[in-house]
């Protein structure tokens, strides 16, 4: 199955940068969406951007006009730019992926998640 491994994160002070990465592999047949979601301390984790397989692109509000994801779909690459960080942006942060692979002639997708990675912006 696919595993998704996630990179980039650390301390950062405010108004700084920071460009998260996660490769995926062990992929079977294709991935479809790819994205980033992060869980702050005490909150529910949320979704931060998507890219689908396609090109489209949805960003969380929050983030919009700070934050730019991409992807390599060759590589099997998701990444996220992080711009003029906030400490509110503080949080874990996971990569996703949909795993679609196929069993007895049949189609599933399956959401995989990566581990995490640790941004902490500074005040």
């Known amino acids: 199955q696919v595993q998704l491994v996630e990179s980039g994160g650390g301390l950062v002070q405010a108004g700084g940068s920071l460009r998260l990465s996660c490769v995926a592999s062990?992929?079977?047949?294709?991935?479809?969406?790819m994205g980033w979601y992060r869980q702050a301390p005490g909150k529910d984790r949320e979704l931060v951007a998507s890219?689908?397989?396609?090109?489209?692109?949805k960003y969380a509000a929050a983030v919009k006009n700070r934050f730019t994801v991409s992807r390599d779909n060759a590589k099997n690459t998701v990444s996220l730019q992080m711009n003029s960080l906030k400490p509110e942006d503080t949080a874990t942060y996971y990569c996703t992926a949909e795993d679609v692979w196929t069993r007895n002639g049949a189609y599933h997708t399956t959401t995989r998640w990566g581990q995490g990675t640790q941004v902490t912006v500074s005040s």
């Open positions: 062990g992929v079977s047949l294709r991935i479809e969406g």
């Open positions: 890219i689908s397989g396609t090109g489209n692109i």
